[in-house]
């Protein structure tokens, strides 16, 4: 079945570059997703992938995915107090179309 | 108004009670959907709406029952809760929800936070 997982937990230093690392299990992922939660909200989209794609990089953000290991990470670089949030990956489904979660990566960014 | 609104935004309910969860979106969106976010636990997909039919239910025991009269509106209707349902109950909405020629982009509210005593 369909599966993402992630990290519970990543503490960095402000400044400092912050890697959140994703895995997936469906081979068929057409798109790959990082949504952001801030405390009392709810997730919004920060940045997606198309899976024909190895990496894609937005101003501080860059995606990058390894399609043969099934691996998804995100790097922020010069964290910020204000990058503190829970950062949910997630993938598109092949066979499904849906949108399957991992359980989120709480990022404490410590000034 | 803000895309996608719950209300209410926190509720306290008692196992036997009955009570709802509502959801607005103003974006013009086709599908709308709940999720069930724990703690330490993926976020967890309940129902999906899409045309204003049920076309996704995951297993979702039946004290929880899903109401959509229109494409904008969206309920969650609850009786008879366990404390284990004690959670964020987060609504979102999107745009041709099946169709691989988009992105997928999922819309969500602010959640509305259950506690079951």
């Known amino acids: 079945g369909e599966d993402v997982e992630q990290s519970l937990f990543l503490s960095v230093r402000e400044g400092d570059s912050s890697v959140i690392n994703c895995t997936y299990t469906d081979s068929s992922s057409t798109y790959l997703y990082w949504y952001k939660q801030e405390p009392g909200a709810g997730l919004q989209l920060l940045t997606y992938?198309?899976?024909?794609?190895d990496m894609k990089q937005d101003q501080r953000l860059t995606v990058l995915l390894n399609k043969k290991d099934k691996h998804l990470s995100l790097r922020i670089a010069d964290t910020q107090t204000g990058d503190s949030a829970i950062y949910f990956c997630?993938?598109?489904?092949?066979?499904?179309?849906?949108?399957?979660f991992g359980t989120g990566t709480l990022l404490a960014v410590q000034p | 108004e803000t895309g996608v609104t719950q209300t209410p935004r926190h509720l306290v309910m008692g196992m036997t009670n009955k009570k709802s969860l509502k959801c607005e979106q103003h974006l013009g969106h086709n599908a709308m959907y709940w999720y069930k976010q724990s703690a330490k636990k993926p976020l967890e997909l309940m129902f999906v709406y899409s045309l204003e039919e049920r076309v996704e239910n995951n297993s979702v025991p039946s004290r929880f029952s899903p109401e959509c009269p229109n494409s904008s509106h969206l309920f969650l209707h609850l009786h008879t809760l366990q404390p284990e349902d004690s959670a964020l109950y987060l609504c979102?909405?999107?745009?041709?929800?099946?169709?691989?020629?988009?992105?997928?982009?999922?819309?969500f509210g602010e959640g509305s936070r259950l506690t079951v005593l």
């Open positions: 979102a909405s999107s745009q041709d929800g099946w169709n691989l020629a988009n992105t997928g982009e999922l819309f």
């Open positions: 992938i198309f899976s024909n794609m």
């Open positions: 997630a993938e598109r489904g092949g066979a499904t179309n849906k949108l399957i």
